[in-house]
């Protein structure tokens, strides 16, 4: 069956550094998304990335967080200056169709620990 | 934007008794409504869901759901659970003409043998 990758699966990183998480969604989805986990609570939207450009996105997507589809097979979240509060699994997923109508495929996530 | 509560954060049942996670929604269109379950240290696996057509969708597991326009809900259930069934279960909404799926807070379920 069809897989999301996400590379890494642990990621520890200084406050202020810039990170960058990596997924390769499934290849004849068109529609990718980002979610993060903070330990023990909801799973949040981050933002959603269809036809090369964000279609929607959360108040938590600030400035500091960037995606990118760089190459057509690999979907890129960048945190520019992390900081403490990061500190979350994130989880890639994609879709094949608009309002994941057939459910998202999510990938198993990176945990990034930021000290 | 659509959202969906679910009550109740953990809920524990006995091995062969009956599961029943509550889920209620908000959205100003029609939604798309899904389950998801997570076990420790995984992502997330969808366990069924609902966009159009039959209310009551059957899903992985043993698990169903139903869908009740009039209740606003999309409880899942399953007959008789197993031990394996031991997991956090989120239930998520989306709608067709937005690409934000939002998820509840989750429920943890135990299963005592």
């Known amino acids: 069956e069809p897989e999301v990758t996400q590379t890494p699966s642990h990621q520890v990183t200084q406050m202020g550094q810039e990170v960058i998480l990596r997924c390769v969604p499934i290849s004849n989805h068109l529609y990718f998304y980002w979610y993060r986990q903070i330990l023990g609570q909801k799973v949040e939207f981050l933002v959603s990335?269809?036809?090369?450009?964000?279609?929607?996105k959360s108040e938590i997507f600030d400035d500091q967080f960037s995606v990118e589809r760089p190459d057509g097979s690999n979907f890129t979240l960048k945190i520019r200056s992390t900081k403490l509060e990061d500190s979350a699994m994130y989880f890639c997923?994609?879709?094949?169709?608009?309002?994941?109508?057939?459910?998202?495929?999510f990938g198993s996530g990176t945990r990034l620990t930021v000290v | 934007a659509q959202s969906v509560t679910q009550l109740g954060s953990h809920v524990s049942v006995s091995e062969g008794a009956l599961v029943l996670l509550r889920c209620n929604y908000s959205?100003?269109?029609?939604?798309?409504l899904f389950w998801y379950v997570q076990y420790p240290n995984q992502g997330l696996q969808l366990l069924l869901k609902y966009t159009t057509g039959a209310t009551l969708v059957k899903g992985i597991n043993g698990f169903e759901a139903e869908f009740k326009k009039s209740e606003t809900s999309f409880h899942l259930t399953k007959p008789s659970a197993h031990m394996s069934d031991a997991a956090e279960y989120f239930c998520?909404?989306?709608?067709?003409?937005?690409?934000?799926?939002?998820f509840g807070a989750g429920t943890r379920l135990t299963v005592k043998p």
């Open positions: 997923a994609s879709s094949d169709l608009a309002g994941g109508g057939y459910g998202y495929t």
């Open positions: 998520a909404v989306s709608t067709y003409n937005n690409n934000d799926m939002r």
């Open positions: 959205s100003s269109v029609p939604p798309y």
């Open positions: 990335f269809y036809n090369n450009e964000i279609s929607e």
